[in-house]
């Protein structure tokens, strides 16, 4: 049981939160899916400041991990590195598909044991994907596949083989991430890995060696 | 080119005709008489600074704008009397200027509070109020007659002792050196620089993509090592400063972040400053000061910019830059055809060095007579980089023997001719008697020789500083941001941006 937490998730918009003994004391989101650098130091400030509490407070911060698009992901992750650095807190990272699965279980009785597909925009024609079973004695969805990143309807027919499963969609959001970490660290699973998951290598192409530029002119 | 040369100075009783004419343009009914001006010019209790444009060929002056600051004895409160800028000069930050330097002046003074009203329907002086920190404290209704309009009465708390020297944390992250340096004051702590080089070798040159993950993995281990070299504790840090641009969008994009998370989480200022005065500022940590003017000569992989500044915080101009490729990226590019490795800089560096600069005369990219009158201190290697590629195919097509060693000098040797000809002309044009050197290519050894040999042959002054405070770095972000502290600027806000393209004349984001 941690006293305070602050989660970051900035896969979708940019998103905060402070939670305290399994309650979220304040967030703050922005749904902008643009604009993390502008929006992740006010965002981090506002969820202190509407509860009167000073950064100091915080014991762990729980970062988005991702799979998102690169840039906004980045952001978020390197705000809860340095602001663990800053107030002395441990650091921890969440799968942000997981927190999106925990929030759907949460919030959808209708699908309380079944198998979810959480899907989200990757662009190119592609979406970032994890699939779900239910929710562990811990209270932590149970991902039996991905996260990965592909075509939808390849990766839907790829899955028929775990039978029948509902697609959900959404951004993830501090307050889950949060209450996921919370629930990781009651039961040991936590971890401190925070490196984003981009699940893509970057777009660069290696050169020919000895590369001429323009055409040929001569000869 | 023609630059506005820009001054503030004291204002004289000799301005009062100049400055009346101002007034009563600017300010119509609501204008002082020219008794009043002339008491407030004279008082003992007041300070007044004018703007004025230096025609560089007469060396006239014409002022464009006035202000007053009014402070008396051992009071802690002043008042701004008065501003005002030219109708046609606004929106070049003389207002800007004019106000910095009259708070500064309140400052020391020992004043804690500045007080001004301004009109309620100018809302670009109010803008310029609170970007400097000054707040709305009372509304006077009808207070402007006979227009009857409200006044705002505004006040700057200025804080009780600003710590004379400072310590702050810079974070450099606008290309593929993720840089951590720490200052107190002008004196350097540490200066840590993780380059991403070696991942973007095989691409033979920097990836953006790649160098904004480097950062990301970087950020802890270099705050660390950062920690370490100043052994200071992360709390003894008074303020964070940031290069917000110009640079790679995503990579500054990580520093924003991480630099916004420590401000808040520690509680102290962020400061938002612009990567390629921070090249400049980087003098302050040999030096203790920048002298100025000066012009700086700024190459990189990224930039290859000449730089006029007249004050570090106040007054920089973009004189010139590259149209097309950054110097550095030339190197790369011609290193590759020579089938050398990445960075081509040092490479082409260590080949020329058995070669003759004279051998082949390739060109001298915008120096012609035509191009001189547009661009007279822009540059472009784009030409010349295709220019060695021609050579080079014409010449196996031939099967000629070639000497790459030749090829190598002689390519370098324009690189460097253009670069320090068009600085040098920059030093001789604007009457500036020093050059400052910065960013990566300043390694290179023929840069340093052929400036040094202008310079002394122009009696122009030559700073270069040390290469880990010439390339990339954090330390040089550090000291910018010492500058602004020192200074009493205003923080920046939490919400600026990352900003690729951000011009030379934005020191600080607020």
């Known amino acids: ?219 | 080119m023609t630059l506005e040369q820009i001054t503030i100075r004291g204002a004289r009783i000799e301005d009062l005709g100049p400055i009346m004419r101002l007034e009563q343009n600017n300010f119509g009914t609501d204008s002082w008489s020219e008794a009043t001006m002339r008491d407030e010019l004279v008082a003992n209790h007041t300070h007044y600074l004018v703007a004025a444009i230096v025609d560089q060929v007469t060396g006239t002056e014409s002022v464009v704008g006035f202000g007053g600051l009014s402070k008396h004895g051992s009071h802690d409160q002043s008042d701004i009397q008065t501003v005002a800028v030219a109708e046609d000069m606004r929106g070049k930050g003389i207002g800007r200027r004019l106000m910095n330097q009259l708070v500064g002046i309140a400052r020391d003074l020992d004043a804690r509070m500045v007080f001004l009203e301004v009109r309620a329907d100018n809302t670009p002086a109010q803008n310029l109020y609170d970007s400097m920190g000054f707040k709305v404290i009372d509304t006077r209704h009808n207070y402007y007659q006979p227009d009857g309009v409200d006044a705002r009465i505004m006040c700057l708390e200025l804080p009780a002792n600003i710590k004379h020297e400072p310590i702050v944390l810079g974070i450099e992250s606008s290309c593929d050196e993720t840089g951590i340096g720490i200052v107190r004051g002008g004196t350097l702590l540490a200066n840590v620089i993780s380059s991403s080089m070696e991942l973007h070798a095989r691409f033979g040159g920097v990836v953006p993509e790649v160098a904004a993950r480097a950062h990301l993995e970087a950020l802890q281990p270099t705050l660390h090592k950062a920690l370490a070299e100043a052994k200071i504790s992360l709390q003894e840090v008074d303020a964070i400063a940031v290069a917000n641009g110009p640079g790679l969008a995503g990579a500054l994009m990580v520093g924003v972040g991480a630099a916004k998370a420590l401000a808040v989480g520690l509680g102290k200022p962020i400061y938002a400053v612009n990567h390629l005065v921070g090249h400049v500022g980087a003098d302050v940590l040999e030096r203790g000061e920048v002298e100025v003017p000066t012009i700086a000569l700024l190459v990189s992989g990224g930039h290859t910019s000449l730089l006029l500044v007249r004050d570090l915080l106040d007054d920089v101009v973009l004189l010139g830059e590259t149209i097309d490729d950054a110097a550095g990226e030339a190197f790369d590019k011609v290193a590759r055809l020579l089938g050398l490795p990445y960075p081509g800089g040092p490479e082409i560096d260590r080949v020329a060095a058995n070669g003759d600069p004279k051998a082949i005369r390739f060109p001298r990219g915008l120096t012609l007579p035509k191009d001189m009158e547009k661009h007279r201190y822009d540059f472009s290697f784009s030409g010349l980089k295709t220019a060695v590629a021609r050579w080079v195919e014409v010449a196996q097509d031939k099967g000629e023997d070639f000497s790459i060693e030749d090829v190598a000098a002689s390519f370098r040797e324009a690189v460097v001719d253009v670069l320090v000809t068009k600085a040098v002309n920059a030093c001789l044009d604007n009457n500036v008697p020093r050059l400052l050197l910065g960013g990566g290519v300043v390694a290179n050894r023929r840069l340093r020789e052929v400036a040094a040999a202008k310079c002394e042959a122009n009696g122009i002054e030559l700073r270069i500083p040390a290469f880990n405070l010439c390339t990339d770095n954090g330390a040089m972000i550090a000291a910018l941001g010492a500058q602004l502290v020192m200074a009493g600027r205003a923080p920046s806000s939490l919400s600026f941006g990352a900003d690729s393209t951000l011009p030379v004349t934005t020191v600080q984001t607020l």
């Open chain 1, 1 to 219: 049981m941690t006293g305070f937490m602050l989660a970051i998730d900035t896969t979708a918009g940019t998103s905060v939160a402070l939670l305290s003994r399994g309650s979220v004391l304040s967030e703050v989101r922005y749904d902008n899916g643009m604009k993390h650098a502008e929006l992740i130091g006010d965002a981090i400030a506002q969820v202190f400041a509407k509860v009167e509490l000073e950064p100091q407070v915080v014991d762990v911060v729980a970062v988005g991990r991702g799979p998102a698009l690169f840039t906004g992901l980045r952001v978020g992750i390197a705000a809860g590195v340095m602001l663990a650095e800053a107030v002395g807190a441990r650091l921890m990272g969440v799968v942000s598909h997981d927190a999106l699965a925990l929030e759907t279980y949460s919030n959808r009785l209708d699908l309380a044991d079944g198998r979810i597909l959480v899907v989200t925009d990757a662009r190119r024609g592609e979406i970032y994907w994890a699939l779900y079973d239910g929710i562990d004695a811990h209270g932590i969805p149970v991902r039996v596949a991905g996260p990965a990143v592909g075509k939808h309807d390849q990766v839907t027919a790829a899955l028929a083989e775990y039978g029948q499963f509902t697609e959900v969609t959404g951004g993830a959001s501090a307050h889950w991430v949060a209450r996921l970490a919370e629930a990781q660290l009651m039961a040991g699973l936590e971890t401190d890995e925070v490196s984003a998951l981009y699940l893509r290598a970057p777009d660069a192409v290696e050169p020919k060696p000895n590369q001429m530029f323009g055409k040929r002119v001569s000869g």
